[in-house]
């Protein structure tokens, strides 16, 4: 068994992962630049039954997403951290994203697989993932999203 660790930035919430990846992404989503204050948003994910909070409160917001979905992310309710997010789309329904940073060092153990809504990449971030995408096989924009989220 593979078993990572890690936490958020005031040490309140700690978890632990238990299995292999099951995707790693790179996302320059509005979203996830907005979420993290950056310029892109680390997620790997594992089944849900495979990520466990050891200690730490969490608070939760919940969002609709382009198309037409919802996340739900969670956050340590003292220092604000988002460790974990859940997507209702079905390729992600049993999924976990954890937030690639709050990994305990060596934080970036996973392999980077692919890089999704490069169309509003920073530009100067120049990264060596080979499978980039505009926005990603999931995209399917049913909303219209809030002129700060918007590129329109
Ligand atoms: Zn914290
Ligand atoms: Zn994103």
């Known amino acids: 068994m593979t078993m990572h660790e890690g ?5 309140d919430v700690r978890y632990s ?14 979203y996830c630049q907005t979420r ?24 939760t917001y919940t969002y609709k997403t382009e198309s037409g979905g919802s996340g739900t992310t969670r956050f340590c309710k003292n220092c604000g951290t988002t460790l974990f997010w859940n997507i209702t789309h079905d390729m992600f329904k049993e999924w976990t994203g954890v937030a690639g940073g709050s990994f305990d060092p060596p934080t970036f153990w996973y392999d980077m697989q692919v890089e999704v809504f490069c169309r509003s990449s920073a530009p100067w971030v120049n990264t060596t993932i ?3 995408h505009e926005t990603s096989r999931i ?8 002129e700060h989220l918007s590129l329109e």
Request: charged share 20%; net charge negative.
């Open 130 to 132: 080979e499978e980039k």
């Open 139 to 146: 995209y399917n924009p049913s909303i219209t999203e809030a």
């Open 17 to 30: 992962t238990t299995t292999e990846v099951l995707r790693a992404v790179v996302c320059h989503c509005r």
């Open 36 to 59: 993290t204050g950056s310029a892109f948003g680390i997620s790997v994910y594992f089944d849900k039954a495979d990520v466990n909070v050891h200690t730490g409160e969490l608070s």
């Open 7 to 11: 936490g958020c930035a005031c040490g």
